[in-house]
């Protein structure tokens, strides 16, 4: 367990829909990153979060959104959805974003666009 | 741009054997490379990584790593495999010019055979 905990673990949705993904860091870290698996692309970084401001964004489309709240959790928005969104998302955590510390993934969210 | 070749996609060894996942990285700065290892239907767990210092890492189940710079390496490696060593292995580099987000390889699947 590594103590960064997603919400839902599995969602299914059709075309056009908007879901959120709900990511709770591990206790003290202040970075949290979103990070989507497909099989065709790999594990791409999608947008990172360092205390509440937006850090760096990575291969996110516009149709995605994210923020992190006061309490540090953080939320992924993905709207207009397609079936090419159908993958694997990833929150990560770390206590801060100079890059040397690691990363500690949560266990996913499997979302399938219909 | 950094980025993480890791050649071959699927290894096969015998229980006992060597396990050798090899890793190349570019980076036009020092890098902080990672080892992450994925169970089916579960996130990634931190292997070991290379930040600074020693450059042979060693990290957990028995795994390490050397960091190989004029080769631009980070090869993975284990003695003896087990069965419970199957699963998917990705190497990152953090990258540190875009808000260290990391940069994964396309991952290589490792079976172990009895």
């Known amino acids: 367990d590594s103590g960064v905990t997603q919400t839902p673990k599995h969602l299914i949705t059709a075309t056009g829909q908007r879901v959120t993904l709900r990511c709770s860091p591990r206790?003290?870290?202040?970075?949290v990153y979103w990070y989507q698996q497909s099989l065709d692309q790999g594990l791409q970084f999608l947008i990172q979060y360092y205390n509440g401001e937006e850090r760096a964004k990575g291969n996110i489309l516009e149709r995605f959104s994210a923020q992190q709240f006061p309490d540090l959790h953080s939320e992924l928005n993905l709207s207009s959805l397609e079936l090419g969104d159908s993958a694997l998302y990833f929150c990560?955590?770390?206590?801060?974003?100079?890059?040397?510390?690691?990363?500690?993934f949560g266990p996913g969210t499997r979302l399938t666009v219909t | 741009a950094q980025s993480v070749t890791q050649l071959g996609s699927h290894v096969s060894v015998s229980e006992g054997a060597l396990v050798l996942l090899r890793c190349n990285y570019s980076s036009s700065v020092p890098p902080y490379l990672f080892w992450y290892v994925q169970y089916p239907n579960q996130g990634l767990q931190l292997l070991l990584k290379?930040?600074?210092?020693?450059?042979l890492v060693k990290g957990i189940n028995g795994f390490e790593a050397e960091f190989k710079k004029s080769e631009t390496s980070f090869h993975l490696t284990k003695p003896s495999a087990h069965m419970s060593d199957a699963a998917e292995y990705f190497c990152?580099?953090?990258?540190?010019?875009?808000?260290?987000?990391?940069?994964f390889g396309k991952g290589t699947t490792l079976s172990v055979s009895s």
């Open positions: 990560a955590s770390s206590v801060d974003p100079t890059g040397s510390y690691e990363q500690y």
């Open positions: 990152a580099v953090s990258d540190l010019q875009a808000g260290t987000a990391l940069i």
């Open positions: 206790s003290g870290d202040l970075s």
């Open positions: 290379y930040t600074t210092g020693a450059t």
